[in-house]
């Protein structure tokens, strides 16, 4: 596969752009080579400037639900650009999108649009603290929910203790603002609520897990964090930035029949336009400004242009069938790839829910970061490239998520589990 123009233009950016790329993972650093600079996508494809196409199964890391470019939200964003592209005023459709969600989502009473999810979870961090009058924040180890200072954290000393900064330019005295749990594991979050629990403001969780590979909460995980949450008097946040809309209408709290008390969006209901959400019950909400004593503002909130576009895609997303046809495909896939690697003695472990999966190069279970850690990364590199020359592109990490979008057809399917077949062989 021929990638000088890739490469020529990794070259050039690293000149003006640190490390040449505007997110980390997008540098290639874990697989090693040198990320395809993109053209154009349509549907399921992505197309480089070498002209190489790609069947895509980042699909923006999970926006695209979809699949690329699709005509009916290109239509609404072509629409609503002619009239203005920004007015720092309200509009109509914010209302109308804000229904679409409250429709979807009956823990969310009111919601507050921002333009990423990292802007969304400092903002709910915010609120919780102001509306408990607590300080300290309960997340998962290996848990991502953006590039907030206190949750760029790594584990202390041991389970349930005060977090460490993970990254130069974080205050030790935030960090600790900070407890590190497994995920997964209910008895330490039972154990950092009774070490903290006076002055735990919430518990900020995935629901699913997507940022460290997709994990699934265990039976019974989830409804034990609602039920401390309301023993010690915390906030319960989801963070469904990757699961709401993905794996069910009402993202993860409707597949799990667990409310929180406050969820953050972004991804999908942005429609693949910056735009970013977080909401819940009244009583909570009206503590934001202007209506309450907690400030959160943006110029570009509830930019039009991405409001229409997050319209265009929930329309989509609630027609009949839409995520039947989503699950059928998606779960065609990880069979497919399952049995491949079985047949090639290739120890694989899929973790999937819905569209999101992630195969891991391992034979025991995966259900926290510890076992993420343990499973072969050099053998998904390996598998990483071998798929990318056979023009399958997969998240350029061993612990990231794989998304189907509605735009993978069944030959699209086919012929990701025929290259894998020969990937495994090799």
Request: charged content about 15%; glycine content about 10%; hydrophobic content about 40%.
């Amino acid at each position: 596969m021929i990638t000088t123009k890739s490469e020529q233009a990794y070259s050039n950016a690293q000149r003006l752009i640190p490390g040449g790329v505007n997110s980390p993972v997008r540098s290639f650093k874990s697989v090693g080579g040198v990320p395809r600079f993109i053209l154009h996508a349509k549907g399921s494809k992505i197309t480089d400037i070498d002209h190489n196409t790609y069947i895509d199964y980042i699909s923006s890391w999970g926006p695209t639900i979809l699949g690329h470019a699709d005509d009916r939200v290109l239509d609404a964003i072509n629409q609503t650009a002619r009239n203005g592209l920004t007015f720092g005023a309200p509009t109509e459709q914010e209302t109308h999108l804000a229904e679409r969600v409250c429709k979807n989502f009956p823990s969310i009473d009111q919601l507050r649009l921002v333009n990423s999810g990292t802007e969304a979870v400092a903002s709910a961090i915010r609120l919780a603290r102001g509306y408990t009058q607590k300080t300290k924040i309960i997340k998962a180890i290996g848990g991502y929910h953006g590039h907030v200072d206190q949750l760029l954290v790594q584990a202390g000393s041991g389970v349930a203790t005060l977090a460490l900064p993970d990254s130069a330019g974080v205050p030790k005295s935030l960090a600790e603002l900070t407890v590190l749990v497994p995920y997964n594991d209910l008895s330490a979050v039972e154990t950092a609520f009774k070490k903290f629990g006076s002055d735990i403001a919430a518990l900020l969780i995935e629901p699913i897990a997507g940022n460290m590979g997709v994990i699934p909460p265990v039976p019974g995980y989830l409804a034990g964090l609602r039920a401390l949450c309301d023993h010690y008097n915390a906030l319960l946040i989801f963070d469904e930035v990757i699961t709401g809309f993905r794996v069910a209408p009402g993202g993860a709290q409707q597949l799990y029949n667990v409310r929180p008390d406050l969820t953050i969006l972004g991804k999908i209901v942005g429609g693949g336009l910056p735009l970013a959400a977080y909401g819940g019950p009244q009583t909570i909400m009206r503590q934001l400004a202007p209506t309450g004593p907690v400030y959160q503002a943006g110029t570009l909130s509830g930019n039009p242009v991405a409001v229409a576009a997050g319209i265009a895609t929930l329309e989509q997303l609630g027609k009949p069938g839409f995520y039947e046809t989503l699950e059928s495909r998606s779960a065609a896939l990880a069979a497919g790839l399952s049995t491949a690697a079985r047949d090639a003695h290739i120890p694989l472990t899929i973790n999937r829910v819905g569209s999101m999966m992630t195969p891991f190069f391992t034979s025991g279970p995966v259900i926290n970061y510890d076992d993420v850690l343990h499973s072969n990364k050099d053998r998904y590199n390996a598998f990483f490239h071998r798929m990318l020359n056979r023009g399958i592109y997969l998240a350029p990490s061993a612990f990231e998520a794989l998304f189907v979008s509605f735009a993978h057809s069944d030959d699209d399917i086919r012929y990701t589990i025929d290259q894998a077949r020969i990937s495994f062989e090799e």
